[in-house]
């Protein structure tokens, strides 16, 4: 029995830690101007005003501050928060932390022209 909780916990590592990571690279950057999609100024200039809005309700939204929405972001220690973001754990709030996690329906009524 404890052969097959050993598998099991190894299993789980296996999947989680390269996803978690995977995350963590494609955020791995100073700022929200990280994008695999080609944006309009304007589509660029509202995603990136949803990603701090969300970052801001996410650190200042409850009653005590809270550091570590995104991966990137330095936490109160002064280093990067990695995987003790919000962004990276699987319950909870999941804070917009890159122009790719903004849903390009957002982007088309900011910038309606843009919409195809």
């Known amino acids: 029995m404890n052969k097959l909780k050993l598998i099991l916990v190894v299993a789980v590592f296996a999947v989680a830690v390269p996803t978690a990571i995977s995350a963590i690279d494609k ?41 570590c929405p995104c991966p990137y972001d330095e936490a109160s220690d002064g280093k990067r928060c990695g995987l003790r973001a919000a962004y990276i754990k699987p319950l909870g709030e999941r804070p917009l932390c890159s122009r790719d996690d903004v849903g390009i329906d957002n982007l088309n009524k900011a910038c309606p022209a843009a919409g195809v």
């Open 27 to 67: 955020s791995n950057v100073p700022n929200a101007e990280f994008s695999s999609r080609a944006l309009t100024d304007c589509q660029a200039k509202e995603a990136d005003r949803l990603v701090d809005e969300s970052r801001d309700a996410y650190r200042f939204g409850e009653d005590e501050p809270r550091n």
